[in-house]
């Protein structure tokens, strides 16, 4: 999962990179909304392993579908695997 925050027109022209980049298959916005300030404001990205065997991460929501969760749902789950994760800087 991925948040992209910024002014529309970079945010769209981003999105539009990732969608047309080989290396993403079946990209999907789950979620999208204005807003006013940023979410993710004080960094620019982190780096969560998403393994079982990782000891580092907690998956406290086995049965979490980025698929099918509500949009707000999926910014919890973000928020959460940050609190886990590693900025990168």
């Not at 940023?38 to 907690?58: C, E, I, N, Q």
Request: charged letters at 25%; aromatic letters at 8%; glycine letters at 4%.
């Amino acid at each position: 999962m991925q948040a992209l925050e910024g002014e529309r027109r970079a945010v769209n022209l981003l999105y539009a990179r990732i969608c047309a980049d080989p290396r993403h298959n079946n990209v999907e916005i789950l979620h999208c909304e204005s807003i006013l300030e940023r979410r993710y404001g004080s960094w620019s990205m982190a780096f969560v392993h998403l393994s079982d065997v990782d000891p580092s991460t907690k998956i406290d929501w086995p049965e979490f579908d980025p698929y099918s969760a509500a949009g707000a749902l999926v910014l919890a789950r973000i928020d959460e695997l940050l609190a886990a994760g590693t900025p990168i800087r």
